[in-house]
């Protein structure tokens, strides 16, 4: 007798059922997906114990006339494709026909569905499988799939389920997904009767963002919009401060449907570099368009992942919408003042305990006093204490207190509170004042004051070679009418007035990321100079990365390498201007992958290797924070800023500014 059995029905339906349902979360993205395929434009969702016992998916799509219903849950049954040709160019999410007959076989099901034009609807009840019974039922347009009890029939895969907060968190993560793919569906998500999540379905993306990633993510974003070679990219990625330690708020959707993508995830990590320590991943919600036919969504079983006709175009699209959103991006982040303040009765409080009040207390520091010896003060209230010191008087003794200490011997003078004293307000400069001596010096000469110009003479003296303006064309601002150099704090912060704002700014990260520009824009001028290698550098590579640079060599040349290949080894006997000898044995193997795997170009990678360098060698030539420059140098540097106000962050993800508009100040301060 032969050993090849055929499977029964029931037996390759569960088997089928694992494949598509492994988990309360796939079931409900499966019920999800084809409500949004109906036209839905509300989609409810409800769980219970993490789905493993209960589960409701409602919708007010077109439904589905009773005698489709027993069709729903036979494999392969579908409405969204017809012959093998529709494959080549899907455009819903659902096209297999397994997911409710997989439900079906492993749950109790229950199935709701009116069309707009019955007068009634219908419902069929389902068992493991098992048609139990299909009747007439009054209920709303749309379909209500109902799932109990889920692999109440097969023990063996339940039993690897995960506890019921863990199964819920996996279905919030599905609908939250869904929820950013479809901003024009309103989402309602109840777990054990709490909801959990709702969005507005007004077709906003930024309104969905809100709703799933909260406040402070949705307020750090920048818009991206860009069409490349017929590929469309729209969508937000975080600022450079809202970067992460992982690729956990990456989404991309590709026609609005979430994937994930290693070609998209290199291209928008590749456009933040300069952008963010590269340590840190950014954070994005990008829609990708194009053409159905150049990408083929049938490669995964839970079709998380695509296949590109080309990658190529994909990468460039991602990356250069990306690039040109940071680019263009003019916002700074907003100076935060913490909004928890100390009461009056508890700074009292701390200066009766003689506590050190740190972010909310009273810094006091009472000397030691002498033995036997009385204090003045001590008999002195909280209150009283606070208020005589504040207004620069001494404490008046008592009647009977000024006999004895007339023969006492001089007390010990009262403690220093830096924290409260009030010092003589200076008259009003009518130029910034800034200091150019070390603390060290004694006697030091009266700073000068420049006067603010919007260009002014850099001057010769400098501590540091000043470089010229950028080539980088200066954006349109309102930055480019008045400001003033309040000043500068630390030797390392600026202080700039502009209108009812005031920006802090870091005065290194300021002069590091305009040496960066103006390095970039050098490097651009000379985009196809090659410099002769006295001795050729010999590089060991694959065969397949020799191939691929072989290939590719015409682009390779355009950008300054010159180079013959053997069989594991490509001699290099000219590279780019600028480009250190040592980097072109870690660089040409990376120009190879990245044209292998389709995640660049020549071009492209030579320019990200050339940043690395640029900004590395910016860092070390701008300004340092703790020294003292001549005031002319920190005018010089606050123009140069102004005039390019879209340098918002360092190379490496820093702000270069922080921004408080007047009207918040006044707030800090109960003035409003």
Not at 147 to 172: G, I, Q, S, Y
Request: glycine letters at 6%.
């Amino acid at each position: 007798m032969g050993k090849i059995n055929v499977l029964s029905f029931e037996v390759a339906n569960l088997i089928a059922a694992g494949e598509v349902v492994d988990r309360p979360a796939s079931a409900i993205k499966e019920m999800m997906e084809n409500a949004i395929d109906a036209g839905a434009s509300r989609i409810t969702v409800e769980i219970q114990n993490g789905g493993v016992t209960f589960m409701r998916v409602s919708d007010n799509g077109h439904g589905m006339p009773p005698e489709d219903l027993p069709m729903a849950i036979r494999r392969h049954a579908t409405s969204k494709i017809s012959e093998a040709q529709d494959l080549d160019g899907i455009a819903t999410l659902g096209f297999r026909g397994e997911a409710l007959a997989a439900i079906a076989a492993v749950s109790r099901l229950r199935i709701l569905s009116k069309t707009p034009d019955a007068a009634l609807g219908a419902q069929m009840d389902v068992d493991c499988g098992e048609i139990v019974d299909i009747t007439e039922r009054g209920c709303a347009v749309g379909t209500t799939v109902i799932a109990e009890d889920l692999f109440a029939n097969v023990p063996a895969r339940r039993k690897f389920l995960k506890r019921d907060v863990t199964e819920a968190m996996a279905v919030t993560a599905n609908v939250e997904k869904l929820a950013l793919s479809h901003p024009e569906i309103a989402f309602c998500l109840i777990v054990d009767g709490n909801v959990k999540l709702e969005t507005a379905g007004d077709r906003s993306l930024k309104s969905a963002i809100w709703s799933v990633f909260g406040k402070d993510f949705a307020s750090r974003l920048i818009e991206v919009n860009g069409d490349f070679d017929g590929i469309t990219v729209k969508g937000y990625v975080g600022r450079p401060d809202s970067v992460r330690p992982n690729r956990n708020y990456q989404n991309f959707f590709i026609n609005s449907r979430y994937i994930k993508s290693k070609t998209a995830s290199a291209a928008l990590e590749q456009a933040f570099t300069s952008y963010c320590a590269p340590e840190k991943f950014p954070c994005c919600v990008l829609f990708i368009g194009l053409n159905p036919m150049r990408v083929d969504v049938n490669v995964h079983p839970a079709k998380l992942e695509v296949k590109f006709t080309n990658e190529k175009p994909v990468f460039e699209s991602v990356y250069y919408a990306v690039r040109q959103a940071l680019e263009q991006n003019t916002a700074r982040p907003e100076l935060q003042i913490p909004k928890q303040k100390p009461s009056v009765s508890d700074a009292f409080t701390s200066v009766e305990r003689g506590e050190s009040l740190g972010k909310r207390q009273l810094s006091i520091d009472t000397p030691p006093a002498p033995a036997k010896q009385e204090n003045k003060w001590e008999h002195l209230t909280a209150q009283q204490y606070v208020e005589q010191y504040i207004q620069g008087k001494k404490p008046e003794k008592n009647a009977g207190q000024e006999k004895a200490a007339a023969a006492a011997p001089a007390p010990a003078q009262p403690p220093k509170v830096p924290a409260t004293r009030i010092p003589e307000a200076p008259p009003e400069p009518k130029t910034p004042v800034i200091p150019q001596t070390s603390p060290k010096e004694e006697n030091p000469p009266q700073p000068k004051t420049p006067h603010i110009q919007q260009s002014p003479q850099i001057p010769e003296q400098a501590h540091t070679p000043l470089p010229v303006q950028p080539e980088k064309e200066p954006v349109p601002t309102a930055e480019k009418g008045m400001y003033r150099l309040a000043g500068q704090v630390f030797n390392a912060y600026l202080i700039v007035e502009i209108g009812e704002r005031m920006l802090l700014i870091d005065q290194h990260a300021a002069h590091e990321r305009i040496l960066f520009e103006q390095l970039k824009a050098n490097m651009k001028r000379k985009e196809a100079a090659s410099q002769l290698l006295m001795l050729p550098i010999e590089v060991m590579m694959t065969s397949g990365e020799v191939q691929t640079l072989g290939d590719f060599r015409a682009e390779l040349e355009a950008v300054g390498f010159s180079f013959s290949t053997g069989r594991f080894t490509v001699t290099v006997d000219a590279i780019p201007v600028g480009l250190e000898s040592e980097a072109v044995a870690q660089m040409l193997p990376v120009i190879a992958e990245r044209l292998q795997s389709g995640t660049g170009n020549a071009a492209l990678t030579r320019d990200i290797v050339f940043e690395k360098a640029l900004y590395q060698g910016a860092c070390k030539a701008a300004i340092k924070a703790g020294r003292v420059y001549p005031p002319e140098h920190l005018v010089w540097l606050t123009d140069q800023l102004m005039a390019l106000p879209d340098i918002t962050y360092c190379p490496h993800g820093r702000p270069v500014a922080m921004e408080m508009s007047k009207k918040n100040l006044d707030r800090q301060f109960e003035r409003s």
